[in-house]
């Protein structure tokens, strides 16, 4: 699809643009995996799922230790869910549309958010929007029911998540949820393992020297007690995200502070995803929360009137009942204008007419009463 198409195409040609995004951040993810036995990519990644494991939930300790050991001894089982993915990704860049794909995408990355991930470690008590909240494969999953096609087309939508299944409001409400999850998990203390403090420890020894030096200015700032002001900063940050763009207001703003936000988590405190250290799986939450944020950013030219912008009759405005229920004024179709000059026919035959009395129209008076009226003398000329 060209530049030209996604400009002219409207709320669906970006959303069809955003799923085949959606399909290269699978390819992504399956390039990662399959590179995960070379070199010393297995142990680095047997130390982060020794780490999911103990953060996990009671009922999925043990299975995520079995797990653990398990893909530990065989490296080469990570090609198995490479494989769902390398389909899951080429599905969705050739066929973006396909409602299955978009419902595999789902079903999968809810998968591995629960087996593979432990829920995003969110049972673990410290978790941040800055260091891979809420999990990486749940926010595959709110993009792809997001973006998830509708039967009918929505041609009035003003942004790609609004011609979705969900619609604009429950697509807000998805919006809303997530970010709101991310103030309350943000604002806690950054503490124990999963912590801002305990993440950039592990990625400073194991980051290239570029991001090493980085890792290491930013751990001196957060252990003098600036790890608390910085997580209450970035939770009223991202209350302000959620509901200005759930109730529509400056949308473009502070959809760019999500996008800063998003920026600033994946490569200060991820190290971009850990892709270049072996410790992750897939490329982090940065990239698909980008996406997210893209998907309802207002497009171009689809501005939303508070007030219907109202002209006297016969002056370029036309009551047509398909120009009120118009987002924008605009020049008349060719339907209404053929609606519009009847209207005004009408008009001209009405006013051409003459104008009725508005007295009564008086009684006709009977034989009898004409005989009993007296004649008027006549004057003498």
Known sequence: M??????TGGAAAAANALRRALGVLWLADALVKILIPFGDRAGGQWYEQIMT???GPPGLHYFLAWETNLFAAHPFLWWLPAGVELCIGGWLVTRPASRRALAVSAAWALMVWV?????????GGASSVLSGYPGAALLYGVAAAVLFPA???QEAAAAAAEAGLLGLYWSRVAWLALWTGAAFYT??????????VFMLSTSQSEAPAPLRSLDASELRWLTVGHATILGITVAVACLAVGFTVFLGALPRLFLSLSLLLALAGWVAMENLGGILTGSSADVGTGPVLILLALAFWPLAGTRRWRARMRAPPGRGHCP???ARRSRRPGPTRPADRGHCEATAAAGNRRSSAPAASSSPPSRPRSPAARRRRPASPRRPS
Not at 115 to 123: D, S, Y
Not at 187 to 195: I, R, V
């Open 2 to 7: 060209g530049l030209s198409q996604l400009r």
């Open 53 to 55: 494991a103990e953060t």
């Open 115 to 123: 087996a593979g991930e432990g829920i995003g470690g969110l049972f």
């Open 151 to 153: 039967r009918k087309p």
């Open 187 to 196: 604002a806690l203390p950054q503490t124990g393992d999963g912590g801002l």
């Open 320 to 322: 047509h009942p398909s």
